[in-house]
């Protein structure tokens, strides 16, 4: 069995999507879906070691899956690729995650005539809103904040002004590029809350739309990217947890270090396969979506 695994990789979680790789046999009928929570760890060196499991994994059921990783900007491509190697792991691909976002949206029927994107993603630390030309998929004006963040969501903090605010946002941005916007799609695990796509439809007039598992789009498109590699020679090693937890209370730094590797092999050991679903349980969905061939590179040096 082939398979690709799309990685992204936020403050707050490390989303993990496995597809069936182009012409691969017995591959999953549907893609899954799974969400680590970062807790006190560093989330490059997490997504790092979560991919060494895998692909460990999938080498001892003779299968092979080619990653993709959404990164952020330089700084954590850089420190993505560092965790990697560290864990051995050297067949990747790093790709922009404007990239991946813009790919997966690439197979939405709803945004097929759509040329100015503007993509609202609210994620668990904070809210980047950019404005994008698909026409030649550069980002032509973007702002990043923290007075609206999807954790404050949910814990039922109030926050239909910062909603209002970042509405306010959009069309400031939207000035500032010289674009009309055709739609405003919203992503991020924020995107669930009810209230950020009601506000923003009472305040904005683009029209607003949630993207499919708007919390998966990063690394859909990543998985999409992914280049298919050749059946390894030899069986990747499981890596073991060495990476440093960054600062909390003493008692989660003991107990991450007590329970993290165990957990982290409960939540993806058998990804794709079927099975280690124990701890954090199914996300898989049913989808039609067929990957695409890859247009950004950032393989092994």
């Known amino acids: 069995m082939s398979a690709v695994l799309g990685v992204s990789v936020g ?44 692909l460990a994994d999938a080498a001892e059921s003779g299968s092979t899956v080619s990653v993709s990783i959404a990164y952020s900007d330089e700084a954590q491509a850089a420190a993505l ?131 499919d598992a708007p919390e998966f789009t990063a690394a859909t498109g990543a998985a999409l990217l992914a280049v298919p590699v050749a059946k390894p020679a030899a069986k990747p090693r499981r890596p073991s947890r060495t990476s440093k937890p960054r600062p909390g209370t003493s008692w989660q730094v003991a107990g991450a270090v007590a329970a993290g590797a165990t957990l982290l092999a409960i939540a993806v050991i058998g990804f794709g396969l079927g099975y280690g679903r124990a701890y954090f349980g199914p996300e898989t969905v049913a989808s039609t979506e067929e990957p695409a061939q890859p247009v950004v590179d950032s393989g092994p040096r």
């Open 81 to 211: 690729d560092a965790a990697l190697r560290r864990q051995e792991v050297t067949n990747f691909r790093l790709v922009p995650e404007h990239a991946a976002v813009l790919e997966r949206l690439t197979r939405d029927e709803r945004l097929a005539d759509r040329r100015t994107l503007v993509l609202y993603d609210l994620g668990s630390s904070g809210l980047t809103v950019s404005v994008v030309d698909r026409s030649t998929g550069s980002i032509v004006a973007s702002e990043r904040s923290t007075q609206l963040r999807g954790e404050d969501l949910n814990t039922n903090v109030p926050a239909s002004e910062a909603i209002a605010d970042s509405a306010d946002l959009i069309g400031e941005l939207a000035e500032q590029s010289g674009l009309l916007p055709d739609v405003v799609v919203v992503l991020g695990g924020g995107a669930h809350v009810a209230e950020v796509p009601s506000v923003l439809e009472q305040r904005s007039t683009i029209p607003i739309l949630v993207a």
């Open 11 to 54: 403050a707050g979680f490390v989303r993990m999507v496995q597809l069936p790789e182009p012409g691969s046999s017995g591959a999953p009928a549907r893609p899954e879906r799974r969400s680590i929570v970062v807790d006190t760890w560093a989330p490059e060196e997490l997504a790092a070691e979560a991919i060494g499991i895998v």
